[in-house]
């Protein structure tokens, strides 16, 4: 009965009966997936982690599988690991459509270079500080994250929920009014800003710390956007919608477990080359088009390879912020040298530029982190007939001669 139906509405019925038999695989890894959140902050949430929206699940199933098994300690050093100084990198670009975290990138970005290098004494306080301003400065009351009783819940979050941040906040805060030297594996802000922990610089710490930040950085942006209440529900979907989303779900499903790493010889594209060489929908032929309209000084295109947090909520016209950022650098020319396309959604670009700046010609190798999202702005796999590829670091390019 129901083909007949679909097919009236218009839906492509030849793959059908195959959708609802994934749908049924599907139902049961919804559910199953319902319920990690609660498992993960229940299991971790005492240790010092919580989980938020950008987290990779099959880490965090990963973690709760040795947990349950009662490894708590190797269910650690799995989510220490995963949050590698990549990982940090890659996540604290995702903290600037944060627009109060914005006076805080440079600070923040030197504790990254202290993670990279290990030292940890230096980059923990300095993180715990920026949560702490962070907080303050979007808290209806200014409240810090760590003060006493304060709440960090938003409508839809995975972290802004009192088995979330709220919870996390009065972990950190734990009173220290004894000095220590024995190695903690908490941040807790009051007994490393006040020197009462000595024994705070380990890596574990630090992870914590950074996953901390990018918990509020959840709570931040739906703070910032004014979205920390429930929408009016919008009309149910249609059948064919229902089936519709189904099948791209399976299908962008499969483009991530098929996946292998691309590669291009660049070699045999030479200098400056045009962007007609490359296949279009590719990292690589996106990044072209972006540097050809940086040569022409076409700030009003260049817009079009800024990731869509940035348009949606830049609080200055798109080409005048990028006039900001490389009307002083005039591209002369550029050549290719490298790419690791080793993650469906993300790429490195490694790139030689030849810039003019105050009338002196240098060349300056750089990496452009190339993301492909849709058109809500959540990354999806290569090849996904709505993707896009931006530039992510369009305004962190070291471009200093």
């Not at 990982?87 to 990279?116: G, H, N, Q």
Request: overall charge negative; hydrophobic content about 35%.
């Amino acid at each position: 009965m129901i083909k007949p139906l679909l097919s009236a509405l218009g839906a492509d019925t030849s793959s059908i009966e195959s959708a609802f038999k994934e749908l049924e695989i599907l139902a049961d890894q919804i559910r199953d997936s319902s319920t990690i959140p609660d498992r993960f902050n229940d299991t971790f949430a005492s240790r010092g982690w919580i989980m938020f929206e950008r987290m990779n699940l099959e880490v965090v199933k990963s973690a709760i599988q040795e947990a349950e098994k009662g490894n708590l300690d190797k269910a650690e050093e799995v989510l220490v690991e995963y949050f590698n100084s990549d990982f940090v990198e890659k996540e604290l670009w995702t903290m600037v459509p944060v627009s109060s975290f914005s006076p805080r990138m440079e600070l923040t970005k030197k504790a990254l270079e202290d993670y990279k290098a290990e030292r940890y004494h230096a980059s923990i306080p300095v993180v715990l500080a920026q949560i702490d301003g962070l907080v303050s400065d979007l808290h209806e009351k200014q409240r810090s994250f760590f003060a006493k009783d304060t709440k960090l819940e938003a409508w839809d979050s995975l972290a802004a929920h009192s088995k979330g941040l709220t919870r996390l906040s009065q972990i950190f805060r734990k009173g220290r009014n004894t000095t220590r030297t024995t190695q903690i594996n908490i941040p807790y802000r009051h007994g490393i800003m006040h020197g009462r922990d000595l024994g705070y610089a380990n890596k574990m710490v630090a992870a914590k710390t950074w996953a901390a930040l990018f918990a509020v950085r959840e709570w931040a942006i739906k703070v910032e956007r004014g979205i920390t209440e429930p929408p009016e529900e919008d009309p149910p979907e249609s059948i064919k919608e229902t089936i519709n989303s189904i099948s791209e779900s399976i299908r962008e499903k499969e483009r991530w477990e098929n996946w292998t790493p691309r590669d291009f010889d660049f070699s045999k594209v030479g200098q400056s080359p045009d962007p007609s060489v490359f296949e279009t929908s590719t990292p690589e032929r996106a990044l072209t088009e972006f540097l050809s309209w940086w040569v022409k000084n076409n700030f009003g295109y260049m817009c079009d390879f800024i990731p869509g947090l940035f348009t949606k909520y830049a609080e200055e016209p798109l080409p005048r912020m990028l006039r900001e950022v490389y009307e002083d650098y005039k591209l002369l020319e550029y050549i290719f040298t490298e790419m690791d396309h080793s993650v469906p959604s993300i790429t490195k670009i490694k790139v030689i530029l030849e810039i003019e700046t105050q009338d002196t010609i240098k060349s300056k190798e750089t990496t452009f982190r190339m993301v492909c999202e849709d058109e809500s702005g959540d990354m999806v796999a290569h090849g996904n007939p709505n993707g896009k590829w931006v530039v992510m670091n369009w305004n962190g390019l070291d471009l200093h001669l």
